[in-house]
């Protein structure tokens, strides 16, 4: 069973200062780790992601972290901005599986 | 703009009606995807499709089907629409190997079954 878990079901940072958003997996091989942000009444966005032979891929403001050894994914935006407030999913797939995994996401507040 | 298009974005059925999602893309993606959406549950996948009259059950069909006789449009179909199946439906597209570069959603239906 490949799941992936976000913990954290909310998330509350200043204007300007960075939001850390945090994924667990389970029994990876070789994988991509995604995430997706959403707006309320919109589909899921796209933002980043990795491959499980990398450790950092960075685009941006938004830096996606994966540590294989504790196998946990976590994704930094810096510097935080109003318009990051969304709930965001992490998501993984297999290789040459096209099916995307979510996790049960993360609601982001930006304080101005 | 190359957009994932889900014909309603709101709807309300009855207990026993059967319910059509309907969805189309014009980026000619070979795969195609519905999933559910819930308060602490995430995005659960109910059925794929990687090309024309072929479908895959995902983790939850129970109470769905599905149809896609033409590349661009997956439909989803509820049988018999009951109140546990109130939620928002997404779908979304993908190319064939680039699912690990992500997908591209609709903007959702919000189901509500009375």
């Known amino acids: 069973d490949q799941q992936v878990k976000q913990n954290s079901p909310s998330l509350s940072v200043q204007e300007g200062r960075i939001s850390i958003l945090n994924c667990d997996y389970t029994n990876s091989m070789f994988d991509y780790f995604l995430w997706y942000k959403k707006y309320p009444a919109e589909g899921p966005t796209f933002l980043i992601s990795?491959?499980?032979?990398?450790d950092k891929n960075e685009d941006g403001r938004f830096t996606v972290f994966l540590n294989k050894s504790a196998k946990h994914l976590s994704l930094h935006i810096v510097p935080s901005q109003p318009g990051d407030s969304a709930v965001y999913f992490c998501a993984r797939s297999n290789f040459g599986n096209e099916k995307l995994t979510f996790g049960t996401g993360t609601r982001l507040t930006i304080i101005p | 703009d190359v957009k994932v298009t889900q014909s309603s974005r709101y709807l309300v059925k009855r207990t026993g009606e059967k319910v059509f999602l309907e969805c189309v893309q014009d980026m000619d993606h070979e795969n195609m995807f519905w999933y559910r959406q819930d308060p602490g549950l995430g995005l659960r996948l109910i059925y794929f499709s990687y090309d024309v009259k072929m479908k895959e059950k995902g983790d939850i069909p129970e109470g769905y089907s599905v149809s896609r006789e033409k590349k661009e449009r997956f439909s989803l179909i509820l049988e018999s629409a009951s109140t546990n199946q109130t939620s928002m439906y997404l779908c979304?597209?993908?190319?064939?190997?680039?699912?690990?570069?992500?997908?591209?959603f609709g903007s959702g239906t919000r189901l509500t079954v009375v």
């Open positions: 990795i491959s499980s032979i990398k």
């Open positions: 979304a597209s993908s190319s064939s190997g680039q699912s690990n570069y992500g997908y591209t």
